[in-house]
């Protein structure tokens, strides 16, 4: 939980980073990274890369995302501790971000698959393997 906390904060921070004119990009050690199309109107999984996401998660990206101009509105389920998964494939991956939450209604019902699609809602769902340590 702490390391989804600290993803939505790093993320809240970046958008409300500084503009160009105050940091170059070439001052900071910084590389391009790959861009992903993403597949619309179904539930995609990503699994951790070295040049793409540090953390497992599902999205939803609905229908028309890629060529719209729009702005969407952002649906972030984060799991609860009986949610926490441990998939090492794209299948289990699946499994786990569609146990519950939005991710789960899509996948079992077109009418729910339908309403995020019109309310052009895009969901994000992760497989957040924390350890619980005890002290001493």
């Known amino acids: 939980m702490r390391s989804v906390a600290i993803a ?9 980073g500084p503009g160009q004119e105050e940091t170059p990009a070439q001052e900071l050690d910084t590389r391009p ?14 699994m951790p890369s070295p040049a793409g996401s540090p953390l497992p998660y599902g999205e939803y990206i609905p229908p028309g995302y890629n060529t719209s101009t729009e702005t969407y ?8 501790i009986g949610e926490l998964g441990v ?6 991956l699946y499994e786990v971000v569609t146990r519950n939450g939005a991710l789960r209604n899509i996948r079992h019902s077109t009418t729910w698959k339908t309403y995020y699609g019109q309310k052009k ?9 924390l350890q619980h340590r005890r002290p001493g």
Do not use: K, M, W, Y
């Open 33 to 46: 990274a790959p861009l992903i199309t993403p597949v619309e109107d179904q539930i995609s999984v990503h």
């Open 8 to 16: 939505v904060f790093v993320a809240v921070l970046t958008a409300c």
């Open 121 to 129: 809602a895009l969901i994000f769902a992760g497989d957040h393997r």
């Open 73 to 80: 509105p952002v649906v972030i389920h984060l799991n609860g």
């Open 87 to 92: 998939a090492q494939n794209p299948t289990a």
